[in-house]
Nanobody, 125 residues
Framework: VQLVESGGDSVQAWGSLRVACSFSGYTISTGCLGWFRQAPGKKREGVAIIDSRDYTDYVASVQGRFTSSKVNAKNILYLQMNSLKPEDSAMYYC????????????????????WGQGTQVTVSS
């Protein structure tokens, strides 16, 4: 299983950006997918998760500004980020847990088995 993020960039505050994660070796219609971020000197935090039914959940700080979606036929996961703030600056990672049963749902604290290499998002004020 391989995950490759793309789309990171430098933007002005209140701007928008969409990052993508392409998957190979795994059909993303099953299991759990997540977006995480890590800023220098800070712990990694979960940003968004999406399950096999396209149910999504977000960390409170991005609720209403970020939207995660996926195109199963293309095996691509997206994170649309609007109204970006400087505190959103971080390396953004996608992650996958192909083995999670839908019975249990998805959560930020679950064990995501596969990770991408990250894409940098920088928001300037």
């Amino acid at each position: 299983v391989q995950l490759v993020e793309s789309g990171g960039d430098s933007v002005q505050a209140w701007g928008s950006l969409r990052v993508a994660c392409s998957f190979s070796g795994y059909t993303i219609s099953t299991g759990c997918l997540g977006w995480f971020r890590q800023a220098p000197g800070k712990k990694r935090e979960g940003v968004a998760i999406i399950d096999s039914r396209d149910y999504t959940d977000y960390v409170a700080s991005v609720q209403g500004r970020f939207t995660s979606s996926k195109v199963n036929a293309k095996n691509i996961l997206y994170l649309q980020m609007n109204s970006l703030k400087p505190e959103d600056s971080a390396m953004y990672y996608c992650a996958a847990d192909p083995y999670r049963s839908p019975v249990y749902g998805c959560s930020f604290s679950q064990n995501f088995h596969y990770w991408g290499q990250g894409t940098q998002v920088t928001v300037s004020s």
